[in-house]
Nanobody, 116 residues
């Protein structure tokens, strides 16, 4: 079955950086588009970044453009989210996700807290 395991979250000061990782299994990773979502306190989950199957096409929501970078290593079945210049409003639970075999699959999420 599909498994997505995120790691790399934590507490960081405003302006700091974090890199999230998501280890995937249970499907052919290199064939699939991968996404990072987040759920900020009191808000609905939102799509943050998308990467195509081979990593040459990426998309971001406007609030993170120029600060976040999504990437992948197909040989390691892993997708990353490099987050720079973090702001308090980036505080959220971040989820790795894939749409596979008719439904969206989610990891358990990793908490990112941006605070001084």
């Amino acid at each position: 079955q599909v498994q997505l395991v995120e790691s790399g979250g934590g507490l960081v000061q405003p302006g700091g950086s974090l890199t999230l990782s998501c280890a995937a299994s249970g499907f052919t990773f290199s064939f699939n588009i991968m996404n990072w979502y987040r759920r900020r306190p009191g808000m609905e989950r939102e799509l943050v970044a998308t990467i195509n199957h081979n990593g040459d096409v990426t998309n971001y929501i406007d609030p993170v453009k120029g600060r976040f970078t999504i990437s992948r290593e197909n040989a390691k079945n892993t997708v990353y989210l490099q987050m720079n210049s973090l702001k308090p409003e980036d505080t959220a639970v971040y989820y790795c996700s894939v749409y596979y075999f008719g439904r969206r699959h989610w990891g358990q999420g990793t908490q990112v807290t941006v605070s001084s």
